[in-house]
Nanobody, 115 residues
Framework: QVQLVESGGGLVQAGGSLRLSCAASRSPWPYTVMGWYRQAPEKQRELVAT???????NSADSVKGRFTISRDNGKNMVYLQMSSLKPEDTAIYYC?????????WGQGTQVTVSS
């Protein structure tokens, strides 16, 4: 059963922008936390940013001031607006959701930033 579906990845030049979207399947139990993680080649998956249903945001220092996470509870969507992209932002970006003590992950979307 598909839970989280990402879209919006692609290839962009350094300094450019991309917007990622994640659609969550409807459920009687909404995700407490939604957000984004990323994994670069030969590196561990790392937090990018998360947001609670109430709007509290937690983000990595490396993206503060450049990436903005937002969430639409009514539409079961979470977004990641990425600006001033750098080659080191190149990774597979995974949508994340947590509810009832269980973590859920999307399939991932590739973001490639060329120098």
């Amino acid at each position: 059963q598909v839970q989280l579906v990402e879209s919006g990845g692609g290839l962009v030049q350094a300094g450019g922008s991309l917007r990622l979207s994640c659609a969550a399947s409807r459920s009687p139990w909404p995700y407490t936390v939604m957000g984004w993680y990323r994994q670069a080649p030969e590196k561990q998956r790392e937090l990018v940013a998360t947001v609670t249903r109430g709007g509290s945001v937690n983000s990595a220092d490396s993206v503060k001031g450049r990436f903005t996470i937002s969430r639409d509870n009514g539409k079961n969507m979470v977004y990641l607006q990425m600006s001033s992209l750098k080659p080191e932002d190149t990774a597979i970006y995974y949508c994340y959701g947590a509810r009832l003590g269980v973590d859920y992950w999307g399939q991932g979307t590739q973001v490639t930033v060329s120098s």
